[in-house]
């Protein structure tokens, strides 16, 4: 008879070390295993071991289960040669030791699972006469004292465990893997656009070096795509604020204008010249735009800034975007990725929006411009407003850098796995063929955040932290307001810098418009009906 396998050949030095470590590990087994438990031992010391065996009893079950089929068989061949090897080099006296231990640890395990009060089981489901009341309370005692003395760390991925688990019931699997999937898919859309438009901002400050033009700062990544929670994959933006310093010998005035049809607060950029001549003396060579006259430096071959990025006094949004279209087409064949991708330039509005692809990706990018409110976490961009016509100098207040910072905030401090950033998504996602904002439930769900405690946003709350959102919606609907979150917002986060005038200033109604127009807001209340029914399918079948 030869042993099953190939097994390769075993030194008499291997099998006689082997049989040792068996022998070892086997006399250590019977020396560690639990002793009976005497009735002299308190209920607490008998609940904990109890709990401690079952404890380790599932872990066992988990790890043997997690245990894969190849090395099984490769443990069970290497024992198996061993032992066929000591049969033939004439070590029966290892067989003999190891066969002799196996049956005394099998007669001493038989004869302890026939003692009564064994079987916790059995022990716990009797009910003695008079006895059994008594047994319930002290076993519940015993058990409360036990989870008392537990480590707290055990009892944090305890929690975590079984939230895990529960996440089950709230979120269908189908749903939840998209949602981590499209996670990782933003991460990944994320990053190489940011190195991308990084790319393209360092080619400009070399590009731009000794000339009178806005000097493109670094830009930062803002929206729903670097906030976690893009709606839909079809329709991702990567979109970049890149703030504007001015050129030397000028500065950025901000003047805050009122038009009745734009809603929010809106600013004109006004150019201001600055003298650049040295304190002691002004030198003829240094080209002031103050102390020289408009004529004297028109002279100079280069074009000026104010002739081209501006209307009169105040910087041109719509200028400002063409310039910046021309400088991304002039300078993409320079950048190292222009070898693997391709660029394709959408028409610029307001913004310099273009297309990179690659064997079947494609990623679409917006940059915005924006000029910074003091050292605030506030800017004034180039961003699209609702209105019909929007005057090329005007450029609206955007919170977008505050609010992702707030969201950021939030993730940091929430609880693991927190559901605000799958509640966010779920509700823009649903929202496909319904006159509701993704930038309406946005804000909805910060208005949430600010209000309900973090602890509440664990993810087997995550159905009823959307039940909420829908509340918030519908009551905002009925009041025909819905104030806008940061504007006004006494309570924003102190880590988060804010201009003193935004704080305090009356908070945009987000619903001015249902306010003033009756026919569209019988229509917001129907489709908020439908939202929550979308909401509700979704859930139910997990697509």
């Given at each position: 008879?030869?042993?099953?396998?190939?097994a390769?050949?075993?030194?008499?030095?291997?099998?006689?070390?082997?049989?040792?470590?068996?022998?070892?590990?086997?006399?250590?087994?019977?020396?560690?295993?639990?002793?009976?438990?005497?009735?002299g031992?308190?209920?607490?010391?008998?609940?904990?071991?109890?709990?401690?065996?079952?404890?380790?009893?599932?872990?066992?079950?988990?790890?043997?289960?997690e245990?894969?089929?190849?090395?099984?068989?490769r443990?069970?061949?290497?024992?198996?040669?061993?032992?066929?090897?000591?049969?033939?080099?004439g070590q029966?006296?290892?067989?003999?030791?190891?066969?002799?231990?196996?049956?005394?640890l099998?007669?001493?395990r038989?004869?302890?699972?026939?003692?009564?009060?064994?079987?916790?089981?059995?022990?716990?489901?009797?009910?003695?006469?008079?006895g059994?009341?008594?047994?319930?309370?002290?076993?519940?005692?015993?058990?409360?004292?036990?989870?008392?003395?537990?480590?707290?760390?055990?009892?944090?991925?305890?929690?975590?465990?079984?939230?895990?688990?529960?996440?089950?019931?709230?979120?269908?699997?189908?749903?939840?893997?998209?949602?981590?999937?499209?996670?990782?898919?933003?991460?990944?859309?994320?990053?190489?656009?940011?190195?991308?438009?990084?790319?393209?901002?360092?080619?400009?400050?070399?590009?731009?070096?000794?000339?009178?033009?806005?000097?493109?700062?670094?830009a930062?990544g803002?929206?729903?795509?670097?906030?976690?929670?893009?709606?839909?994959?079809?329709?991702?933006?990567?979109?970049?604020?890149?703030?504007?310093?001015?050129?030397?010998?000028?500065?950025?005035?901000?003047?805050?204008?009122?038009?009745?049809?734009?809603?929010?607060?809106?600013?004109?950029?006004?150019?201001?010249p600055?003298?650049?001549?040295?304190?002691?003396?002004?030198?003829?060579?240094?080209?002031?735009?103050?102390?020289?006259?408009?004529?004297?430096?028109?002279?100079?071959?280069?074009?000026?800034?104010?002739?081209t990025?501006?209307?009169?006094?105040?910087?041109?949004?719509?200028?400002?975007?063409?310039?910046?279209?021309?400088?991304?087409r002039a300078?993409?064949?320079?950048?190292?990725?222009?070898?693997?991708?391709?660029?394709?330039?959408?028409?610029?509005?307001?913004?310099?929006?273009?297309?990179?692809?690659?064997?079947g990706?494609?990623?679409?990018v917006?940059?915005?411009?924006?000029?910074?409110?003091?050292?605030?976490?506030?800017?004034?961009?180039?961003?699209?407003?609702?209105?019909?016509?929007?005057p090329?100098?005007?450029w609206?207040?955007?919170?977008?850098?505050?609010?992702?910072?707030?969201?950021?905030?939030?993730?940091?401090?929430?609880?693991p796995?927190?559901?605000?950033?799958?509640?966010?998504?779920?509700?823009?996602?649903a929202?496909?063929?319904?006159?509701?904002s993704?930038y309406?439930?946005?804000?909805?769900?910060?208005?949430l955040?600010?209000?309900?405690?973090?602890?509440g946003?664990?993810m087997?709350?995550?159905?009823?932290?959307?039940?909420?959102?829908?509340q918030?919606?519908?009551?905002?609907?009925?009041?025909?307001?819905?104030?806008?979150?940061?504007?006004?917002?006494?309570?924003?986060?102190?880590?988060?810098?804010?201009?003193?005038?935004?704080?305090?200033?009356?908070?945009?109604?987000?619903?001015h418009?249902?306010?003033?127009?009756?026919?569209?807001?019988?229509?917001?209340?129907?489709?908020?009906?439908?939202?929550?029914?979308?909401?509700?399918?979704?859930?139910r079948?997990?697509?």
């Amino acid at each position: 008879m030869a042993p099953a396998g190939n097994a390769a050949p075993v030194e008499p030095g291997q099998v006689a070390m082997a049989a040792k470590v068996f022998l070892f590990v086997l006399l250590q087994t019977l020396i560690q295993y639990p002793q009976m438990v005497g009735d002299g031992l308190d209920e607490v010391t008998r609940a904990r071991m109890e709990l401690r065996a079952k404890l380790l009893n599932r872990e066992m079950t988990r790890l043997l289960q997690e245990l894969e089929q190849s090395s099984l068989e490769r443990s069970v061949r290497a024992w198996g040669a061993l032992l066929w090897a000591a049969l033939q080099q004439g070590q029966f006296w290892a067989l003999a030791g190891v066969l002799g231990l196996l049956l005394w640890l099998w007669f001493i395990r038989s004869r302890r699972s026939r003692q009564p009060g064994n079987n916790g089981e059995e022990e716990e489901e009797g009910d003695g006469d008079g006895g059994g009341n008594e047994g319930e309370e002290n076993s519940d005692v015993s058990v409360q004292a036990v989870y008392n003395d537990d480590d707290a760390s055990e009892g944090e991925d305890h929690d975590l465990a079984n939230e895990v688990e529960e996440e089950e019931d709230v979120i269908a699997h189908s749903l939840r893997r998209h949602l981590e999937e499209y996670r990782v898919q933003l991460m990944k859309g994320c990053a190489i656009t940011k190195v991308l438009v990084d790319s393209f901002t360092m080619f400009f400050a070399d590009l731009l070096s000794g000339f009178s033009y806005p000097v493109p700062q670094r830009a930062i990544g803002v929206g729903s795509a670097f906030e976690g929670w893009s709606p839909r994959e079809e329709d991702v933006v990567y979109c970049f604020l890149v703030p504007l310093s001015p050129p030397l010998g000028y500065t950025f005035h901000l003047e805050m204008v009122t038009l009745g049809h734009l809603p929010g607060r809106n600013f004109c950029v006004r150019v201001e010249p600055v003298c650049t001549c040295p304190r002691e003396q002004q030198d003829e060579n240094v080209l002031c735009s103050v102390h020289h006259p408009e004529e004297e430096q028109r002279r100079n071959e280069e074009p000026t800034f104010l002739n081209t990025l501006c209307t009169g006094s105040y910087l041109d949004v719509d200028k400002t975007a063409r310039w910046f279209y021309q400088l991304v087409r002039a300078s993409w064949p320079a950048l190292p990725q222009s070898h693997s991708w391709q660029l394709v330039l959408l028409p610029p509005s307001r913004c310099c929006k273009f297309k990179v692809t690659r064997d079947g990706e494609s990623l679409t990018v917006e940059l915005l411009f924006g000029v910074q409110e003091g050292n605030s976490d506030i800017y004034v961009s180039s961003q699209p407003t609702q209105a019909l016509f929007t005057p090329s100098t005007m450029w609206p207040e955007t919170y977008a850098v505050a609010e992702m910072e707030f969201l950021k905030l939030i993730t940091e401090q929430a609880p693991p796995h927190s559901c605000h950033l799958k509640c966010l998504h779920v509700l823009a996602r649903a929202l496909l063929g319904i006159g509701f904002s993704t930038y309406t439930m946005k804000t909805i769900v910060m208005h949430l955040l600010n209000t309900v405690p973090l602890s509440g946003w664990r993810m087997t709350l995550f159905r009823r932290r959307l039940e909420d959102a829908m509340q918030y919606l519908h009551s905002s609907l009925k009041e025909k307001r819905l104030d806008h979150f940061v504007v006004g917002n006494r309570t924003f986060p102190q880590e988060i810098l804010l201009p003193p005038d935004v704080k305090t200033a009356q908070p945009p109604n987000l619903f001015h418009r249902l306010a003033m127009d009756p026919a569209a807001h019988a229509q917001a209340m129907d489709e908020c009906d439908e939202l929550r029914h979308r909401l509700s399918t979704m859930l139910r079948d997990g697509r």
